[in-house]
T-cell receptor
Framework: GENVEQHPSTLSVQEGDSAVIKCTYS??????FPWYKQELGKRPQLIID?????GEKKDQRIAVTLNKTAKHFSLHITETQPEDSAVYFC?????????????FGAGTRLTVKP | EAGVAQSPRYKIIEKRQSVAFWCNPI?????LYWYQQILGQGPKLLIQ????????DSQLPKDRFSAERLKGVDSTLKIQPAKLEDSAVYLC?????????????FGPGTRLTVT
């Protein structure tokens, strides 16, 4: 089955700096890669996703890049703000009509220092 | 639109007792998922339903966990008997399930503590 590895497990940056979180996956059939943000005690919320037919996607201060050959994808957050502090999870799935089995990474705790 | 609903929000039981969680997905969502999130880890998929059929339950500990979605809407997840290592947040998620519709929406979760 799919195995998703995520690095680093913790990341501390100064406000205004950029943050990068990296994930690798094992199943070459995976074609959907979402990123979730989870604040303490709250539900995971989707912040951005990418499908295997594109290499990069951007939404304001966040972007995701995908390298299917190397089987890795990354989350980039620019101009970080204290409210970006949370745990971020990457995930991968085959994303087929009747089988969207998601496998999550272990998470990265991002702390943005004001 | 209303989100995914779960109840109860918190539950404390002793080991070897039974417990059940309930989930009501977003209206119209055909696919429903149950995840287990142990403190400090990512969510782990336990079971996935497409309407009232099971698509994937490969990571469900079937000797003690069971789940059903009889009418293809609400779902219940049961643990019987509970072990200490079952302490976790149990998240329910749903997605539309159509072609090109992969986004999963999560409920608030049920925090289970087994003592």
């Amino acid at each position: 089955g799919e195995n998703v590895e995520q690095h680093p497990s913790t990341l501390s940056v100064q406000e205004g700096d950029s943050a990068v979180i990296k994930c690798t996956y094992s199943d070459s059939a995976s074609n959907y890669f979402p990123w979730y943000k989870q604040e303490l005690g709250k539900r995971p919320q989707l912040i951005i996703d990418i499908r295997s037919n594109v290499g990069e996607k951007k939404d304001q201060r966040i972007a995701v890049t995908l390298n299917k050959t190397a089987k890795h994808f990354s989350l980039h957050i620019t101009e970080t703000q204290p409210e970006d502090s949370a745990v971020y999870f990457c995930a991968a799935s085959r994303g087929t009509y009747n089988n969207n089995d998601m496998r999550f990474g272990a998470g990265t705790r991002l702390t943005v220092k004001p | 639109e209303a989100g995914v609903a779960q109840s109860p929000r918190y539950k404390i039981i002793e080991k070897r007792q039974s417990v059940a969680f309930w989930c009501n997905p977003i209206s119209g969502h055909a696919t429903l998922y149950w995840y287990q999130q142990i403190l400090g880890q990512g969510p782990k998929l336990l079971i996935q339903f497409q309407n009232n059929g099971v698509v994937d339950d490969s990571q469900l500990p079937k000797d003690r966990f069971s789940a059903e979605r009889l009418k293809g809407v609400d779902s219940t997840l049961k643990i019987q008997p509970a072990k200490l290592e079952d302490s976790a947040v149990y998240l329910c998620a749903s997605s539309f399930g159509g072609v090109s519709s992969y986004e999963q929406y999560f409920g608030p979760g049920t925090r289970l503590t087994v003592t």
